[in-house]
């Protein structure tokens, strides 16, 4: 069975083909993606109205170009799935009704796919794909969670961030020391120059008894420590970049062994566009490898928004029989969907 993945949910548009296995993990056929991080570097941010009339021009291109990589046609597609949210109502609104629109010209069924579901089994698809059980870090944008899988659709939250995530405590504290948007990336890059420890950042909810994040604190005091370098900070912007990555790998890295430490598991799988940081995962890598814990991440190119993982996400219901696609193309985007109130 092949499905076709459509992702629209922010500023990447997203397309791919995977193909289910009978007894085996889906396998990727194809994909191509687009990102609009150009377009929006102007305004310092995303523009939802020009995020939406973005994904409209690049959906169906993007679907030519992901079949044609496949070496597949139209008629040979069995299931069209897209994202149905969170994230912006209107660029959920392109992906959906291109896709059901789409389904019912080809007369397919459709499936609509949870966003962070899809980057949660995004490592399936890499060279070292996890087992279940295992516990999740979730780390994509305005989401930063620590979660316990058992299984597709089986999800239970341990600890999420109460104010500002992860990505947007890199991207905020990037656009207060003058890095373009999207900062995160750019941080990361200049931390590799910096000295981590030349200043102190806070490491909000560090020894809480919970699971819980929060990184608003830590955006406040870059901003303070910013006005106190003053004319200062162009030869300070290295170590305050790799302080403040300092601070947030360190809180992410311990949380997820306090979380492996409370469920006794012994598998941890990181998903999301900061699981691309190179500093998060060797700290991951060193910290859980003396614990004799397995981490397991995407492919670097499925970090971000893409199309194989909403594919991947969609074929991976079907073979745990936990969703079946429908002929009804009447579509609604959910813009808030927590993860743990996924359909079972």
Same mark, same amino acid.
């Given at each position: 069975?092949?499905?076709?993945?459509?992702?629209?949910?922010?500023?990447?548009?997203? %397309?791919?083909? =995977?193909?289910?296995q009978e007894t085996t993990l889906p396998v990727l056929l194809g994909d191509a993606l687009y990102s609009q991080i150009q377009m929006h570097q102007a305004y310092g941010g995303v523009v939802p109205e020009l995020?939406?009339?973005?994904?409209?021009?690049?959906?169906?291109?993007?679907?030519?170009?992901?079949?044609?990589?496949?070496?597949?046609?139209?008629?040979?597609?069995?299931v069209i799935a897209y994202t149905q949210g969170p994230g912006l109502a209107g660029a959920l609104l392109v992906g959906s009704g291109v896709a059901c629109a789409l389904a019912y010209a080809l007369d397919k069924?459709?499936?609509?796919?949870?966003?962070?579901?899809?980057?949660?089994?995004?490592?399936?698809?890499?060279?070292?794909?996890?087992?279940?059980?295992?516990?999740?870090?979730?780390?994509?944008?305005?989401?930063?969670?620590?979660? +316990?899988?058992?299984?597709?659709?089986?999800?239970?939250?341990?600890?999420?961030?109460?104010?500002?995530?992860?990505?947007?405590?890199?991207?905020?504290?990037?656009?207060?020391?003058g890095l373009d948007y999207p900062g995160g990336a750019a941080l990361s890059q200049l931390a590799l120059q910096g000295d981590p420890t030349a200043f102190q950042f806070p490491r909000p909810l560090l020894h809480?008894?919970?699971?819980?994040?929060?990184?608003?604190?830590?955006?406040?005091? %870059?901003?303070?420590?910013?006005?106190?370098?003053?004319?200062?900070?162009?030869?300070?912007?290295?170590? =305050?970049?790799?302080?403040?990555?300092?601070?947030?790998?360190?809180?992410?890295?311990?949380?997820?062994?306090?979380?492996?430490?409370?469920?006794?598991?012994?598998?941890?799988?990181?998903?999301?566009?900061?699981?691309?940081?190179?500093?998060?995962?060797?700290?991951?890598?060193?910290?859980?490898?003396?614990?004799?814990? +397995? &981490?397991?991440?995407?492919?670097?190119?499925?970090?971000?928004?893409?199309?194989?993982?909403?594919?991947?996400?969609?074929?991976? +219901?079907?073979?745990?029989? =936990?969703?079946?696609? &429908?002929?009804?193309?009447?579509?609604?985007?959910?813009? +808030?969907?927590?993860?743990?109130?996924?359909?079972?």
């Open positions: 069975m092949i499905i076709l993945g459509f992702e629209s949910s922010c500023d990447e548009t997203g %397309v791919a083909l =995977v193909e289910t995020a939406s009339r973005d994904h409209i021009r690049r959906a169906l291109p993007l679907c030519d170009e992901a079949l044609a990589k496949a070496g597949k046609q139209l008629a040979d597609v069995d069924p459709v499936m609509g796919v949870h966003h962070l579901e899809g980057h949660l089994l995004s490592p399936f698809l890499s060279q070292d794909p996890p087992e279940f059980p295992f516990v999740a870090l979730l780390v994509s944008g305005g989401h930063t969670q620590l979660m +316990r899988v058992d299984g597709v659709g089986e999800y239970a939250i341990l600890g999420e961030a109460i104010d500002d995530a992860a990505g947007e405590a890199f991207d905020k504290s990037a656009k207060l020391i809480s008894h919970d699971l819980d994040f929060s990184f608003a604190g830590l955006k406040t005091s %870059v901003l303070t420590q910013v006005k106190k370098l003053g004319s200062d900070l162009e030869s300070q912007k290295c170590n =305050v970049a790799a302080s403040t990555q300092a601070a947030i790998v360190e809180v992410l890295v311990k949380k997820s062994l306090k979380a492996l430490k409370q469920t006794g598991l012994k598998r941890l799988v990181v998903a999301g566009g900061v699981g691309a940081n190179r500093q998060l995962r060797q700290d991951l890598n060193t910290a859980c490898q003396a614990k004799g814990i +397995r &981490v397991h991440y995407p492919e670097l190119s499925l970090c971000t928004d893409n199309g194989a993982m909403i594919a991947m996400a969609a074929a991976m +219901r079907l073979q745990a029989k =936990v969703q079946q696609p &429908v002929r009804d193309y009447a579509f609604d985007v959910k813009p +808030r969907w927590p993860l743990d109130q996924i359909e079972k």
